[in-house]
């Protein structure tokens, strides 16, 4: 493994091979950067589970060469809707609605086809599997390596010009380079997530249904399959059997989710891998998301809830972002203070948002419940997504990127 910082092509380490980190070593790469990933897991591997890709992350990846070919299928995610246990549609936005006034129409796709697609991108040799990141240390620089920092690694000291830290939700260098920061605090709520193969006629909207502090998601993916997920109010006590559990609290729920259930249940020809955790987020904002020469991007910079849906859509653009700033001979620490300026109100603004839609959605009292319902229903459409214009109109930076010095 090489870190080959000064000797002409500047270098990049990135910490952490998911959704953030690869987006950041394509954003990089095209940038001119010389880039070496390093990824803890012995694999590269998006879990077993779909993630949403609102309009300003497909326009994101579209900035670093990720266009619409790449995401096989033409499934695209619309209408979206919300329902309530018996079926009754509480809000329903038309595809073709959303599509015109946000861009291109958000798109579904596994985990894992998301980043196979980033790590195609890459050039090989690039992705260092199996090394994980221990520390940065930027003390002892001196003479003509005053403009470097040494990377920490399982395989070794590396050198680089600036470090990306996307090392994921329980980041260890958020820690080291934030000690005072108090870290994580659980989300009340805990979730189910599984991908099952097509079936019949594909559901052809993507819909969520709110019930008593209890949510089930269907989403179609585009290659056909069905991702749907699946919440429940509180830390979740590991139940000793999903399947029974998620059919004792949403069997009796409108159609689809009985059949989904049934699907999830079968064990032939392969069965259907269940993921549950407890969801968290940061008890409060980083004060910044850079340190010198390192920049914090993704969960590890603002791990947030995953009601709207946005955590791995910011990380994309944290990634964007990043690159743009540190284009031609920025000065290193200048442009991650510009970095930190250009995403940090955006990403907080997004976390609290997503946190009030937990709030919400746990509800669980029968008249707030109630209470809550009567206003989803009384929202016009159009209200709904002209609320989300600041989200999902995001544009990616064009153009030169400014000129950051010292
Ligand atoms: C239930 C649920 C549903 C979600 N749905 C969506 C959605 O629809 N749309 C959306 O945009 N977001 C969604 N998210 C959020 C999204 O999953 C995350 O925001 C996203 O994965 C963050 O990407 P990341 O690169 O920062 O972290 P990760 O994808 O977690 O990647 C971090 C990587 O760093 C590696 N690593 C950790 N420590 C080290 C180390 N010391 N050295 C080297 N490597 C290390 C890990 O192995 C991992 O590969 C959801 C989240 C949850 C929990």
Redesign the pocket.
Known sequence: MRGVAGMGVRHAVV???????LAAAVALNRRGWGVTV????PVLTGIG??????PN?LRALDSIGLGPDVWAGDALLGPVGLRAPDGTWLSRTGAGATSSRHGPPARAVHRGSLIDALAAALPPGVVHLG????GVDDTGNTGDRADTVVVRTSAGDLRADVVVA????R??LRGRLFPRHPGLRHAGEA?W?AVLPGFGPPPRSAAETWGRGERFGIVPLVDGRIYV?ATAAGPGTKPADHHAELIRRFGAWHDPIPALLDRLGRRNPDPVRVLH?D?YELASPLPRFHSGRVAL????AHAMT?NM?????Q?IEDAVVVAHLLADDADVPAALAAYTEARHRRTTRISRRSRRIGELARLSHPLAVSARNLAVRATPSAVTSRALDTVLGWQPPSGPAPTVRA
Do not use: W
Not at 15 to 21: D, H, L, M, N, P
Not at 49 to 54: D, E, K, N, Q, S
Not at 166 to 169: C, E, L, Q, T, W
């Open positions: 910490a952490g091979g998911g959704i953030g980190g390093c990824e803890r897991a589970a779909g993630i949403v890709l609102a992350a090394v994980a990141v221990t996307a090392d994921g939700v980041s260890g979730g997530r997920y955790h969801f991007l993704g969960d590890a995953p849906g946005q955590g791995g859509c990380a």
